[in-house]
């Protein structure tokens, strides 16, 4: 069955380090990225939105953000509506990141995080989420996103799974490293010698990566361009799995634009299921088992 997992990658206040290395007067896109009241903002507009349509989803939080807007972020915990998973504690990448970003005259150069940052990252913010939102992790969603994922890195695989993950979602980027990624399917990293570590590819176009190509007042393109995907998706019988930003929603107007909306509802009218991330890992798990 065409499978549609929405994800909402949340990080105002956790990405200045890695904005810092491109952002200027001529790049005010991401503004809102560095601001916690982008969280409070996005989230209850999210939140809002999902509680109207009955449509599950994942907030895959930053550590830093859940302290700087932890207010925003208590109310998610209360609701089996919503899935809560982590995205770092910083925002630190696992692999190199090269990105211009449009208006941008100079490409940043992220570097790889030393493997001990990473473990003290994904501990700590594990265990954040456990103490403050009373939510387990299972599931990873790494800052950028990578063409082929953690592919031939069981290094880094070892990371993810030494703290507890069962499932990571990382393979975000085309083979030109940018956007629209191809239609890869959820695998288990079996070839590095962890096959109960489940991948879910985020396909499509990441909403701040499109955002930047065609503006961000563009949401109501952008809403037509999610239609299309999921048509191919029906076609196909593919999983989409999503990622967007609260932070995009504010910059890129979901209020007054709905593409956000249009997605779920234009999903709903194809016969598309839509579910957490968290809850198809359990499925799959359960179905390999089975």
């Not at 109207?52 to 998610?76: I, K, N, Q, V, Y």
């Not at 593409?259 to 598309?272: D, F, K, P, S």
Request: glycine fraction near 10%; charge should be negative; charged fraction near 25%.
């Amino acid at each position: 069955m065409a499978t549609l997992l929405i994800g909402y990658d949340t990080e105002s206040a956790a990405v200045g380090e890695g904005l810092a290395r491109f952002i200027g007067p001529d790049v005010p896109q991401y503004r809102f990225a560095l601001d916690p009241e982008s969280t409070r903002r996005g989230v209850d507009l999210l939140a809002k939105l999902h509680r109207e349509l009955e449509a599950p989803c994942t907030f895959f939080l930053c550590g830093r953000t859940l302290l700087h807007a932890l207010d925003a972020l208590e109310p998610l915990a209360a609701s089996d509506l919503f899935d809560i998973q982590q995205h770092t504690y910083s925002h630190v990448v696992f692999r190199d990141v090269r990105y211009r970003p449009a208006g941008g005259e100079v490409e940043a150069v992220l570097p790889e995080t030393p493997h001990v940052a990473l473990r003290e990252e994904l501990e700590l913010t594990s265990d954040l989420i456990r103490r403050y939102l009373g939510r387990e992790c299972v599931g990873l969603r790494t800052p950028f996103g990578y063409y082929r994922g953690l592919r031939d890195r069981p290094d880094l695989l070892q990371i993810v799974a030494d703290s507890g993950h069962r499932y990571v979602t990382s393979w975000g980027r085309n083979e030109q490293n940018g956007n629209p990624t191809p239609w890869v399917q959820p695998f288990a990293y079996a070839e590095e010698g962890f096959p109960d570590l489940l991948e879910i590819p985020f396909q499509f176009w990441l909403d701040g990566v499109w955002f930047d190509a065609h503006g961000y007042g563009e949401g109501r393109a952008f809403r037509d361009a999610l239609r299309g995907a999921i048509d191919e998706v029906v076609e196909q019988d593919l999983v989409f799995a999503t990622a967007f930003h609260e932070w995009c929603a504010i910059a890129a107007d979901e209020e007054g634009t709905g593409w956000i909306r249009g997605l779920l509802e234009y999903a709903r009218e194809r016969g598309v299921e839509i579910t957490t991330y968290t809850d198809y890992w359990a499925r799959h798990s359960a179905g390999k088992e089975g």
